[in-house]
T-cell receptor, first 118, second 113 residues
Framework: GAVVSQHPSWVICKSGTSVKIECRSL??????MFWYRQFPKQSLMLMAT?????????EQGVEKDKFLINHASLTLSTLTVTSAHPEDSSFYIC??????????????FGEGSRLTVL | KNQVEQSPQSLIILEGKNCTLQ??????????LRWYKQDTGRGPVSLTI?????NTKSNGRYTATLDADTKQSSLHITASQLSDSASYIC????????????FGTGTRLTVIP
């Protein structure tokens, strides 16, 4: 089946630095990718929808200047957490959809990236 | 308002027992409903995907049902195993809209020996 790869799987950084997380669809092209944040024992919270070749659509309450999303190709989307602070520590997961929006296209998730900001 | 609610929030069962997880939704117009299993610290993995016309779908020991009239779905796990311990997430797709995926808060299942 389709595979979505995230890198790095975990990262520790100092407060104030920026961290980039990559999400790749390995064997299919994804015009749309999604970024989520998940705090312990909670469900996934959609942060933004990443569209290849255009600006990302952010959910309400998500700072677009802090969480920079770039979808440069049909197989790669990146999430950059800028000027990270301890409260940004979380589990970040991406997903990519096969097929057209609204249809039965399968949704595949990456393995997640655990960010710890000291 | 499009919402997906799951129950129970958490569940503990003995190994070998069966259990049923519930998902109620108000998403409209409905496109499809998916159940995912998420192990701690991992990304969700798809179990089933069901469209409007499907009432039941099985994947090994997992059986999902869908009642599109009452907007309810259930995930039944048969003969539970320790490895079934995970969070189970219900995701409903609407037919239209740029952001047409709606997530439930999940049910955390713990299977004990």
């Amino acid at each position: 089946g389709a595979v979505v790869s995230q890198h790095p799987s975990w990262v520790i950084c100092k407060s104030g630095t920026s961290v980039k997380i990559e999400c790749r669809s390995l064997d299919f092209q994804a015009t749309t990718m999604f970024w989520y944040r998940q705090f312990p024992k909670q469900s996934l919270m959609l942060m933004a929808t990443s569209n290849e070749g255009s600006k990302a659509t952010y959910e309400q309450g998500v700072e677009k200047d802090k969480f920079l999303i770039n979808h440069a190709s049909l197989t790669l989307s990146t999430l950059t957490v800028t000027s990270a602070h301890p409260e940004d520590s979380s589990f970040y997961i991406c997903s990519a959809r096969v097929g057209l929006a609204g249809f039965t296209g399968e949704l595949f998730f990456g393995e997640g990236s655990r960010l710890t900001v000291l | 308002k499009n919402q997906v609610e799951q129950s129970p929030q958490s569940l503990i069962i003995l190994e070998g027992k069966n259990c049923t997880l519930q998902c109620n939704y108000t998403v409209s117009p409905f496109s499809n409903l998916r159940w995912y299993k998420q192990d701690t610290g991992r990304g969700p993995v798809s179990l089933t995907i069901m469209t409007f016309s499907e009432n039941t779908k099985s994947n090994g020991r997992y059986t999902a049902t869908l009642d599109a009239d009452t907007k309810q779905s259930s995930l039944h796990i048969t003969a539970s195993q320790l490895s079934d311990s995970a969070s189970y997430i219900c995701v409903v797709s609407a037919e239209s809209g740029a952001n047409n995926l709606f997530f439930g808060t999940g049910t955390r299942l713990t299977v004990i020996p």
